[in-house]
């Protein structure tokens, strides 16, 4: 019974973690707009929602000494790609806040939207237990 509740929300949970992700990587950039020499970053959200869903488990580094740091990577495959400015600053800044914030709010309204599935989904499975 958990696997398949686990199986059934499983899409829902990687979504909304990526555009959490997404959220703080947009987030990053609008806080450095004014920071010389920024790059602003972002990655493509269905490459990495396909990549999450066709990974079962995140690969994993195996620590062969204790001293070894432990990495956590998390299932998502984030790959992380420097943006490519319509417009350079001139202090070499890559941030377009308008670009920026447009993608932000973008993001936002899909979270919101991937919530609003998730919670119609589950009140059908209430229904359907509670008859």
């Known amino acids: 019974m958990i696997s398949s509740l ?13 555009r959490v992700k997404r959220q703080q ?14 790059k602003a970053r972002d990655f493509d959200f269905a490459s990495a929602l396909g990549s999450a869903l066709s990974k079962s488990n995140a690969s994993r580094l195996d620590r ?9 990577f998390g299932p998502l495959g984030i790959k992380l790609q420097y ?7 001139l202090d070499s800044n890559t941030v377009e806040m308008d670009v ?23 009140k059908t499975m209430l229904a359907a237990v509670q008859g």
Do not use: C, W
Request: charged share 20%.
């Open 64 to 72: 062969t000494d204790p001293r070894h740091l432990q990495a956590n």
């Open 100 to 122: 920026e914030r447009n993608k932000y709010m973008d993001n936002a309204v899909h979270y919101e939207a991937d919530l609003t599935l998730l919670t119609g989904k589950i």
């Open 83 to 89: 943006e490519q400015p319509y417009q350079t600053g």
């Open 6 to 18: 686990d199986t059934a929300f499983s899409f829902y949970q990687k979504a909304l973690e990526l």
């Open 25 to 38: 990587v947009l987030a990053s950039n609008i806080a450095n707009a004014d920071t010389p020499n920024y």
